[in-house]
């Protein structure tokens, strides 16, 4: 039985007259390019959830392809324009389901399956959101997670070249779905280096107000330690109308003090966390990175260290009493637990006060420094 639906032209629907009710299509939507060591961990991970897989290759010169043909999946190709948009609405209207479920080759789902199954049961008139963990390198593995609208109705589609957002009015609803992503990681990175800063570049070329294309721009020099284009990036989105209304605009204050300590900056950056303390006050995360910025001032101005000795303490504690924000964009897990509670226990012995650093590495259950 066909049905109008609320997909992209030509969805269909499955008619279960059993039931009597109606089952929408789901298909994974994935656009890769020389993604061979990735590909299949991904499409493994989705296949046993939805209806069908579409790779939309963008000009493999590895086994890309093969592999994904192999695992499933239906393999269409595509002329990349530097437009990532182009080829995510060319790969939508090619699978032209119901349901879509936008991944990156080197994302795998983590778990969730059964949230993807339950789709078929439901019309398709919301967005859903997924949890993304990020992993990334910083001398120790570390995870971020943000959500991201990754589950589409078929009608969907995208704008931007760049970082590029799926375009509606519908409601959004977080979904019980969480996705693994290893892009940040130092080979990954170092494979794709100044791939998405030109892209952001021309983006703001023809768009030099949007505030969304420096922060990411901010976050690309960021990633690759390039921290006075970061700071720089960083400052221009900041000075758009409205930005602080944005859910990430913690996460941009966050890189922001990040790169004024590593440019030594410490003024400036000290008078931008107390002017950003009220709406930045629900992250951990912000409190980490002024903590570890205090303890910068206090390494440059050791006749300071005592007056900031107890700021430091207070950023550290009032981490640990916020707590996990998983929910916050660009959240790393531990801020507000285990990190903060190892920074602020070797803080409390470098004070004297050792059995009070026991007591708090006990409580999260981290290891002495001798036992490490």
């Known amino acids: 039985m066909q049905s109008a639906g609320t ?48 790779v939309l290759d963008t000009g493999s010169v590895d086994a890309t392809p093969a592999l ?9 190709h595509f002329t990349w324009v530097n437009d990532f948009s182009a080829a ?6 090619l699978a032209n389901a119901d349901w879509h479920l936008v991944l990156d080759a ?16 439901q019309t398709p008139d919301f967005v859903g959101s997924l949890a993304l963990e990020d992993q990334f390198f910083d001398g120790e593995l570390r995870h971020s997670q943000g959500r991201l609208s990754r589950v589409l109705p078929g009608a969907v589609r995208y704008a931007g070249s760049i970082h590029e957002q799926p375009q ?15 892009g940040y990681l130092p080979e990954r990175l170092a494979a794709k280096r100044g791939r998405n800063r030109v892209l952001l570049e021309q983006a703001l070329a023809t768009a030099p107000d949007d505030a969304y294309l420096s922060y990411q721009l901010g976050k690309d020099a960021d990633v690759y330690e390039a921290y006075e284009a970061a ?11 409205d930005v602080e209304a944005h859910d990430w605009w913690p996460d941009l204050m966050v890189r922001r003090l990040f790169a004024l300590k590593k440019l030594k900056r410490h003024e400036q950056a000290m008078n931008l966390a107390e002017l950003q303390l009220q709406r930045c006050g629900e992250s951990p995360d912000f409190f980490f990175v002024l903590g570890d ?28 009493e916020l707590g996990e924000r998983p929910d916050l964009p660009g959240a790393v897990a531990g ?27 006990a409580d999260f259950g981290l290891a002495s420094p001798s036992k490490v």
């Open 231 to 241: 700071e720089a990036a960083f400052a221009r989105a900041a000075k758009q109308p």
């Open 293 to 320: 910025l205090l303890l910068d001032c206090a390494a440059e101005a050791p006749e300071q260290a005592s007056g900031l000795v107890p700021m430091i303490e207070q950023a550290w504690l009032r981490c640990l």
């Open 88 to 93: 995510r609405n060319r790969a939508l209207e």
């Open 335 to 361: 801020r507000g637990s285990r990190l903060a509670a190892h920074n602020l226990a070797l803080l409390l012995e470098g004070t004297g006060r050792a059995v009070e650093a026991q007591q708090l590495r």
């Open 106 to 121: 080197d994302e795998w789902l983590i778990d969730g399956g059964e949230v993807l199954r339950g789709l078929r049961q």
């Open 168 to 182: 509606h009015e519908l409601p959004v609803r977080n979904l019980a779905i969480r996705v693994g992503h290893d």
């Open 7 to 54: 997909g992209g032209q030509g969805s269909r629907h499955r008619c279960d007259t059993n039931a009597l009710k109606m089952v929408a299509t789901l298909c994974l939507v994935v656009i890769a390019r020389d993604e061979a060591a990735h590909i299949e961990r991904l499409l493994r991970s989705v296949a046993p959830f939805v209806d069908r897989m579409l």
């Open 68 to 76: 994904a043909a192999a695992c499933g999946a239906q393999v269409e």
